[in-house]
C-alpha cells in the first residue's frame, strides 16, 4: 500500500512491472513466453500492519489479500497491454499466493451458497491467478472431510474470484520429516475436486 502514499505506490507499481518486463524478456531470449509468472510473499506468517494495510482488512472482512488484489490487478493490466506491442499474440498471467495472511478470500456468500468478490475492486482481472496453498489443511483425508471445511469453502471462493486457480498442496508431514505420512487416500478424491473446482495446475509437494 505504500503506507497509502498515491505517489509511492505508483512507483511501486512502475518498479514491479519493470522487473516483469526483464523476466518476460530474459524468458524470450529463450524462445519462450511465460504463461504466469509469480508475485509472491515469502514463506512467512507476517503481513504489513501500517495504517492503510490494516484499513483495508477491516474493510474487507479481515483479508489482507484484498490490497494486494488490488495492487497486482493493476500491475497485470499494464504487463499485457506491453507484452500485445512486444509480443503480440500473447499474454502473461500475473500470480499472487493465497498462503498464510493472504489465504482469506475478501466474498460475500450469496443466497444460493455461492461466493461473490465484496466488491469489483477484489475481483481478479482476467490475467491475475491465484496460487492457492491451504498449508494447515489434514491431507491424511480429503477435502470433504469436516475438519477440512475451511479449506474446501476457500477452494470455492478463491474460484469465484479468478478463473485461473492454481494449487499447491502437501503430502508430506513437515513436523517429523521421517514419519510416513498416509496421503494416498485422499489424493483421488481431492485431484477430482481440484479438477471439478477448474484448477489449472497443481504442485503437491512431498518427499
Known amino acids: 500500500s505504500?503506507?497509502?502514499d498515491?505517489?509511492?505506490?505508483?512507483?511501486?507499481?512502475?518498479?514491479?512491472?519493470?522487473?516483469?518486463?526483464?523476466?518476460?524478456?530474459?524468458?524470450?531470449?529463450t524462445g519462450y513466453i511465460p504463461e504466469y509468472i509469480t508475485l509472491t510473499h515469502q514463506d512467512d506468517s507476517t503481513w504489513?500492519?501500517?495504517?492503510?494495510?490494516?484499513?483495508?482488512?477491516?474493510?474487507?472482512?479481515?483479508?489482507?489479500?484484498?490490497?494486494?488484489?488490488q495492487f497486482v490487478n493493476d500491475v497485470a493490466i499494464e504487463l499485457n497491454k506491453w507484452v500485445s506491442?512486444?509480443?503480440?499474440?500473447?499474454?502473461?498471467?500475473?500470480?499472487?499466493?493465497?498462503?498464510?495472511?493472504?489465504?482469506?478470500?475478501?466474498?460475500?456468500?450469496?443466497?444460493?451458497?455461492?461466493?461473490?468478490?465484496?466488491?469489483?475492486?477484489v475481483d481478479c482481472n482476467k490475467n491475475v491467478a491465484i496460487l492457492y496453498a491451504p498449508i494447515y489443511a489434514d491431507?491424511?483425508?480429503?477435502?470433504?472431510?469436516?475438519?477440512?471445511?475451511?479449506?474446501?469453502?476457500?477452494?470455492k471462493q478463491w474460484s469465484a474470484l479468478s478463473d485461473k486457480l492454481l494449487l499447491w498442496t502437501y503430502c508430506s508431514d513437515y513436523g517429523d520429516y521421517f514419519a510416513f505420512s498416509d496421503t494416498f487416500n485422499s489424493m483421488v478424491a481431492n485431484y477430482k475436486l481440484l479438477e471439478e473446482s477448474g484448477v489449472k495446475w497443481l504442485f503437491d509437494e512431498g518427499r
Open 6 to 29: 498515491a505517489q509511492e505506490l505508483a512507483l511501486m507499481k512502475e518498479m514491479v512491472l519493470d522487473k516483469f518486463k526483464d523476466a518476460v524478456n530474459e524468458s524470450a531470449s
Open 2 to 4: 505504500a503506507h497509502g
Open 139 to 155: 491431507y491424511s483425508v480429503d477435502f470433504y472431510d469436516a475438519c477440512n471445511n475451511t479449506f474446501y469453502n476457500r477452494l
Open 48 to 69: 504489513c500492519t501500517c495504517d492503510t494495510c490494516i484499513a483495508s482488512r477491516d474493510k474487507y472482512d479481515g483479508c489482507n489479500s484484498a490490497i494486494l488484489i
Open 85 to 121: 506491442e512486444v509480443y503480440p499474440g500473447n499474454e502473461v498471467n500475473v500470480t499472487i499466493f493465497a498462503y498464510y495472511k493472504t489465504e482469506a478470500a475478501p466474498v460475500v456468500q450469496n443466497a444460493d451458497g455461492s461466493y461473490s468478490p465484496i466488491d469489483e475492486t
